[in-house]
């Protein structure tokens, strides 16, 4: 059993505040992703539960045991760096070998251990070569290989595909789920990019200012984002953020747009008159023929393809972008006039001034796009 | 590619040569005039070529110098040894006492560390004149004066700062996260000082330790107060040659030559060290 409690850590440099009154519970065996913009706090985080930051206030129980004033080396964790902190006057064996080393192992099991993890991660050809003589993609999995040789019970993982080129990224995010779940690790993973966040992580915890401000399944985070912050930086393409001021309708609301209503049933009618901001992910949009209810007459301005989608700009009377979305292959619009309809219960609304969503979205927004 | 052209290189060429020339031709004045005796030396027009002899070296060795007035006998071999022996063992206690403080002042920022760097390095802004007055008084009270130990202790005032100044540098330079990696890999912070950072930093410390040793070795002023004849360097002992009956100008040089070889040596053999790339692809850079 190997959890990972932070109680009320706080850390500051000078006097800014970098973690601020931050608790997080990561269970045994769970991948927990960090995901948030630089700055947040991430970073500092991983490292204060490696050990080699103290924080100012605050606890870090690993397995169930304080370990806050526990010095680096005998907290039992692995930890790959973001610019991978090789040895460079070391081979990459001596690389992977050196938490095998500091336990007094043998030879034979130094030379087993390096040697199966080393085949594991496809390096075992390059084992004589010193770091500076190994591609990118070869320091990167020269450092998970020393990050995963010891089998740490807790593994931190800071941003390891930050510095690959995209293909090795592709490749390293389909392996990393198996390769952890094989580890039966308990992983802290940092990362900014959200499709590595959904792909790898049980949970995300969204950081932003040293504070945690959602933390959740990769599903929770998609379908009801605490905020426009965290609505914006999950999706691709981005979430449509339009101005609306809701007005009653029997026991919900309605918005308009385009001077078209638009009902959204599952809100309570005390939001009307409010301030506030929708949130429509464009695949929630969809090109309707015109006559058909509750259809928004826009103009075609560009169409792109992105991935397996295809995404259409779009401009709405009152020259309001928005984009829409449909899978590959689909018939679209011709260009010039169409028409789109939006599924209210999908849509969530957010207070201008905080950003903060101010109900629940629908039940009915599926994960579409969400495994992208 | 820039291209150069046949006459920017035979440019580039003739100014190559004229730098050595200027540089080189005292080193070889000196070498050639090692060679000859006084008479050679002082005669007008000075010559190139003449018969070379070996008395400047015969006299220095055997520690006879003939002069018109008599024999005399100088001490300069034993001023060589008095210079390594200084020079070694100061550089060697200031690389133990400076490369772990260097380590301590690059790594862990304590309450007043600038400050204790800056004073360590202030030494080096005096002029050695203004401490050796006080200098010699303590020296006489504590028994420190003419003794080995007492020379050693004062010439750390020219070797500890160098060091500690030129190799915080290098230690600075080594990312703090290839410590960090071997700390959490499951090795000590003295492990880590011992295979990660003294590793890195090898070449930041071979060129700080030559430096200091060219220091120390070229050092007068602190030698010619606070040692008498058995103790003194070469860089003192060579004032012996300014004789009653004149300047022995060819045991000079040949004293020249022979004072300038150790330090050229373990400059020729440092070299390698001194041009090693330091951070060896260690990060993504």
Redesign the interface.
Same mark, same amino acid.
């Given at each position: 059993m190997t959890t990972l409690q932070l109680q009320n850590i706080v850390k500051r440099y000078k006097s800014q505040v970098v973690l601020d009154n931050l608790s997080l519970d990561v269970a045994d065996g769970e991948t927990l992703v960090l995901f948030g913009p630089s700055g947040a706090g991430k970073t500092v985080l991983l490292r204060l539960v490696a050990g080699v930051i103290e924080p100012d206030e605050g606890r870090v129980i690993i397995g169930g045991e304080d370990m806050t004033d526990v010095d680096a080396e005998h907290r039992g964790i692995g930890m790959a760096f973001q610019n991978f902190a090789l040895f460079p006057h070391m081979s990459a064996f001596d690389n992977i070998a050196s938490p095998l080393t500091a336990t007094r192992s043998s030879k034979e099991a130094i030379v087993a251990g390096v040697g199966k993890v080393a085949k594991l991660l496809k390096i075992d050809h390059v084992l004589s070569h010193h770091p500076k003589a190994l591609s990118n993609g070869q320091k990167q999995r020269t450092a998970l290989a020393r990050a995963l040789v010891g089998s740490p019970p807790v593994l931190l993982l800071d941003d390891p595909l930050r510095n690959v080129d995209a293909k090795l990224r592709f490749e390293m995010r389909l392996e990393l789920p198996r390769l952890l779940a094989a580890q039966g690790a308990t992983v802290v993973y940092v990362t900014q990019d959200y499709k590595e966040a959904m792909a790898l992580g049980d949970r995300i915890a969204v950081m932003a200012k040293g504070r945690i401000r959602q933390i959740g399944t990769p599903e929770d985070i998609y379908n009801a984002p605490a905020d426009i912050e965290i609505a914006r930086l999950f999706g691709d393409p981005t979430i449509n953020l339009l101005d609306v001021t809701p007005k009653a309708a029997g026991a919900g609301i309605d918005v308009e747009l385009s001077g078209v209503k638009v009902a959204l049933p599952h809100l309570p009618a005390s939001l009307a008159g409010r301030s506030l901001v929708i949130g429509i992910r464009p695949e929630t949009l969809h090109f309707v023929e015109a006559g058909t209810p509750g259809a928004i007459p826009v103009e075609v301005e560009a169409e792109t393809p992105l991935n397996e989608k295809t995404v259409t700009l779009v401009r709405v009377s009152g020259g309001r972008e928005v984009l829409v979305s449909r899978p590959a292959g689909t018939p679209g619009p011709v260009a010039g006039t169409a028409h789109i309809a939006v599924d209210g219960a999908t849509t969530f609304l957010f207070d201008k001034e905080t950003g903060q969503r101010v109900a629940a979205a629908g039940q009915s927004a599926k994960t579409q796009g969400a495994a992208a | 590619m820039e291209t150069t052209s046949a006459l920017e290189k035979v440019l580039r060429g003739v100014a190559l040569t004229l730098v050595v020339l200027f540089f080189m031709f005292p080193i070889v004045w000196i070498f050639l005039m090692s060679f000859q005796t006084n008479e050679t030396i002082l005669s007008i027009p000075p010559s190139v070529i003449f018969t070379p002899t070996l008395e400047n070296y015969q006299a220095l060795i055997t520690g006879k110098l003939q002069t018109a007035s008599g024999t005399l006998d100088i001490a300069f071999m034993k001023n060589l040894l008095n210079s390594v022996f200084l020079s070694v063992s100061s550089v060697a206690i200031a690389l133990v006492l400076g490369v772990p403080a260097a380590y301590a002042f690059a790594r862990h920022k304590f309450r007043g560390s600038e400050d204790i760097a800056f004073t360590l390095l202030s030494f080096r802004f005096a002029p050695p004149l203004l401490v050796l007055l006080p200098l010699t008084q303590y020296f006489q009270w504590m028994g420190l004066s003419n003794t080995y130990i007492g020379l050693i202790w004062v010439y750390q005032l020219i070797c500890l700062p160098l060091i500690l100044w030129i190799v915080r540098g290098y230690f600075e330079d080594i $990312?703090a996260? +290839?410590e960090? &990696?071997?700390? *959490?890999?499951?090795? $000590?912070?003295f &492990?880590t000082f011992r295979k *990660?950072a003294l590793? @890195?930093a090898g070449p930041g410390i071979a060129a700080a330790g030559l430096l200091a040793f060219i220091f120390a070795w070229n050092n007068f002023v602190f030698a010619l107060v606070l040692a008498s004849a058995d103790k003194q360097p070469v860089t003192v002992g060579a004032l012996a040659f300014v004789t009653a009956s004149g300047i022995q100008y060819g045991q000079i040089a040949a004293a020249i030559v022979l004072s300038i070889t150790p330090t050229l040596a373990l400059a020729l053999y440092a070299q390698r060290y001194l041009v090693e790339g330091l $951070? @060896?692809? &260690? +990060?993504?850079g």
């Open positions: - | $990312s996260d +290839v960090y &990696a071997y700390r *959490i890999a499951g090795h $000590s912070w &492990a *990660i590793p @890195l $951070s @060896l692809g &260690a +990060v993504k």
